[in-house]
Structure formats: C-alpha cells, structure tokens
C-alpha cells in the first residue's frame, strides 16, 4: 500500500538557519505529493505541491522537488524564522485518486 | 469566502454514546473528505464523497463508523457506541473537484474525547 514516512522531530532551529525536512514514500503508480502545515491552533494548509517527477513545488520560501529515482519530496527553506513554527506534514494522492495518505508530521520550532 | 467549517470544536462524551459532527464545505465545492488525527496513528483517511456518486467508505475503522452527505453540501460523521480508541481530531476537507490535483481545504477539526 502507500505510505510516507517523515523525519521525527521536534526540529529545533536558531531564526535565519536553513531547514530541510526529510520525506520519502512508497506508492504505486505516479502520485501526487503535497506538503501542508499546521500552524498553533490553527487547521492544515496546503503549502506546496507537485504532481509529476522533476517538478518543484514552492511557496513562501519553502521548495520541494519531486525525485522519482529516490522516491523523495524533501521540504527546504534558506532562512527560517520564528513564524515558521509549526507541525509540517508531507503527503501523497496517488495517481488518479483522491485520498490523501499523510506522514506523522514533524514538528519545527524557529527561536530567536 | 468562508472556509471548511465544522462543529462542534470540541466534544466531550461518555463510552457507549453516540455523536454527530458536522461538516459544512465551501460553497461549490463537490468533493468532501473526512479524515482522523490521532496521536497513535497520526492522520489517517476516513470516507470520501463526490458528487452523487456513492462515497468511498474504505478508511472507515468500523461499522460504528457512518457518514452521509446531504444535498451535496454538508455532511454529517456518526461514531456510535463510541469507545476510548475514537477520541482524536475529526478533520473535514472539501476541494473543487475530485482528482489528485485538486487542493483539499481543512476545516479546523472537532476534538473528541470520549471519556
């Protein structure tokens, strides 16, 4: 079946630090794959996206590149800050489905 | 325009009770998901609506588990008999259309504590 699998956190960074969180799944076919972020007390937005090998999704500073040969979406920022922080899931819709299977989410927290 | 919005935010219950959330979608939004955050299992798929289509029940843990969607707008999740194991955070989604691509919006979740 599908699955991703996220680095565990928390990650700890000093503000202006560069991030990359790990992510890697197993799926068959050509999914999609997403990364969505949960801010404090707040529900999961869509960060960034890609749907087919060798794309880049991006946003608000944030990349992810969709590497078919290591099976791969890691989530890279340059320069965190404080306001980063939040709990960072990757996910994956596999091809010509809906349903989202979601890692465990890794926790970031930017300090000063 | 208005979000995903759901209700109750937070819904404390005794074992053996049956409960309801709610989920209301954006306007014209045709596909509805419901999925589960748990600390043990993480974010997991519940059920899936599109359209009048029949919705795909297949992340539904068991049949105390029901959901139904009614003019294709909002939706209802029923956990009978509730138990210990259901308490977590009850997300709903909707997106424009079905299709991988489509971006699935989150409302901001009903915890459930089932005491």
């Known amino acids: 079946g599908n699955s991703v699998t996220q680095m565990e956190g928390p990650v700890t960074l000093s503000e202006e630090a560069f991030l990359t969180i790990n992510c890697t799944y197993t799926?068959?076919?050509?999914?999609?794959l997403f990364w969505y972020v949960q801010y404090p007390g707040e529900g999961l937005q869509l960060l960034l996206k890609?749907?087919?090998?060798?794309d880049k999704g991006s946003n608000k500073g944030f990349e992810a590149t969709y590497r078919k040969e290591t099976t791969s979406f890691h989530l890279e920022k340059g320069s965190v800050q404080v306001s980063d922080s939040a709990v960072y899931f990757c996910?994956?819709?596999?091809?010509?489905?809906?349903?989202?299977?979601f890692g465990t989410g890794t926790q970031l927290k930017v300090e000063l | 325009g208005a979000g995903v919005s759901q209700s109750p935010s937070n819904k404390v219950t005794e074992k053996g009770k049956d409960v309801e959330l709610r989920c209301d979608p954006i306007?014209?939004?045709?596909?509805l998901y419901w999925y589960r955050q748990s600390l043990g299992q993480g974010l997991e798929f519940l059920i899936y609506?599109?359209?009048?289509?029949?919705?795909?029940k297949s992340g539904l843990p068991s049949d105390r588990f029901s959901a139904e969607r009614t003019g294709g707008s909002v939706s209802t999740l029923t956990i009978q008999r509730t138990q210990q194991e259901d308490s977590a955070v009850y997300l709903c989604?909707?997106?424009?259309?079905?299709?991988?691509?489509?971006?699935?919006?989150f409302g901001p979740g009903t915890r459930l504590t089932v005491l």
């Open positions: 989604a909707s997106s424009l259309a079905s299709g991988d691509t489509d971006t699935q919006y």
């Open positions: 799926a068959t076919g050509y999914p999609s």
């Open positions: 890609a749907t087919k090998a060798d």
């Open positions: 996910a994956l819709s596999p091809g010509g489905g809906n349903k989202l299977t």
């Open positions: 306007s014209g939004h045709t596909a």
């Open positions: 609506f599109q359209g009048n289509s029949a919705p795909d």
